[in-house]
């Protein structure tokens, strides 16, 4: 998801909006929207410029304090043109954003990489050329990969429907779907990233857990040796979550990178959400050459001291196999007690603070 999708989702707006210029569009409401056809358009340009300044500017801690202003008298074709150079401006700055470069966005963990800024704007010009072409009653549906596209990356939570626009509507509030209750409220999430010393744990997507299980990198740029087999293998499990519409991101996968050089040394992650007993599974992955630098245990003491602080855990368990000795003696830095066994495994068990002992601090 880079520059060249926000160009083609462009391409396609701009082409109808251009084709319906000399229309009413003050007078007309864009679809389910408050706000007249004239309002929306305006609105895709504003949102287009915010995501490149954001992206060009690197800022961390809110929105830069700007947007656009039009020219009075500038008519529906202005408008149009404002669209189209925006979107340049926000292909461009994809195009030329290093990729660990993360800028803010409020939802839902207050930043998104240039990918997240992609499909946030490719997303608002599909929905809002759509409302417009409601309003005005004229026919309009994007490419079928495009949406398909968005959904894998910045709606992992929504489960893929065999049509993807409708998917994509449907999880926006805008349609419905057999099987599927209408939606009054919905959201975007982009991935979740959490510090670990020398690394960032990472959130894989469904679109790059996809790539990973079909023996790409994911998007990643990976070590020599990687990634390993155990993390394709997660790959998958994270494809099955999302397939089922179960996956929920924060409690998926994560790929370990290294913050001196942006380069990719394993995965982690869990094996599900919490279940009813606040119990959930952890499990890594290292590429062969990063291993014996203490990567794993860095990287597991920082999810799992993030994994129970939330309230709906209260147990984070491992299962290793007797024989992987070198695994036993990171889960046991972690923090990890060996609380049983069988014959081929060891359960290592990790348990929250009693919650009258936490102490809860505010981050806005």
């Not at 942006?262 to 062969?288: Q, S, T």
């Not at 491992?318 to 830095?333: K, L, W």
Request: with cysteine; charged share 25%; net charge negative.
């Amino acid at each position: 998801m880079g520059g060249d999708q926000v160009e083609e989702a462009v391409a396609g707006a701009v082409a109808l909006l251009r084709a319906v210029a000399g229309r009413d569009w003050d007078g007309v409401g864009a679809g389910r929207l408050e706000w007249s056809c004239r309002r929306t358009a305006e609105h895709i340009a504003d949102d287009l410029l915010a995501y490149a300044g954001q992206l060009a500017g690197r800022t961390t801690t809110a929105y830069v304090p700007f947007g656009i202003v039009l020219d009075d008298g500038t008519d529906n074709a202005g408008v149009v043109d404002v669209i189209e150079t925006t979107g340049a401006l926000l292909a461009a700055a994809v195009r030329t954003t290093p990729r660990e470069v993360r800028a803010f966005h409020p939802y839902p963990f207050r930043s998104a990489n240039r990918e997240g800024f992609a499909a946030m704007g490719v997303t608002e010009v599909l929905l809002h050329t759509h409302d417009i072409a409601q309003g005005l009653k004229v026919a309009y549906e994007p490419p079928a990969e495009l949406c398909a596209d968005v959904l894998s990356r910045i709606f992992p939570h929504v489960r893929p429907g065999s049509e993807p626009w409708p998917t994509l509507l449907w999880a926006t509030g805008r349609g419905e779907l057999p099987g599927r209750a209408p939606l009054t409220k919905w959201h975007w999430s982009n991935n979740l990233v959490i510090e670990a010393g020398r690394l960032t744990l990472q959130g894989v997507t469904p679109a790059a857990a996809a790539d990973l299980r079909a023996g790409g990198t994911g998007g990643f740029e990976w070590i020599e040796g990687g990634p390993f087999d155990g993390t394709r293998d997660a790959a998958g499990m994270v494809m099955k979550a999302y397939e089922s519409g179960v996956h929920r991101p924060e409690w998926g996968m994560f790929v370990l990178v290294r913050s001196e050089d942006g380069r990719a040394v394993g995965a982690m992650g869990f094996h599900g959400a919490p279940d009813e007993d606040g119990r959930a599974e952890v499990g890594y992955d290292l590429a062969e050459n990063a291993r014996g630098h203490g990567y794993a245990t860095e990287a597991l003491r920082a999810l799992a001291a993030w994994a129970l602080a939330r309230d709906e855990l209260d147990v984070l368990f491992a299962a290793i196999e007797r024989t992987n000795a070198p695994s036993q003696r990171v889960i046991a830095r972690a923090g990890f007690t060996r609380v049983s066994e069988d014959e081929e495994e060891y359960a290592y068990e990790l348990r929250a603070l009693d919650p009258s002992l936490r102490v809860y601090a505010r981050t806005d």
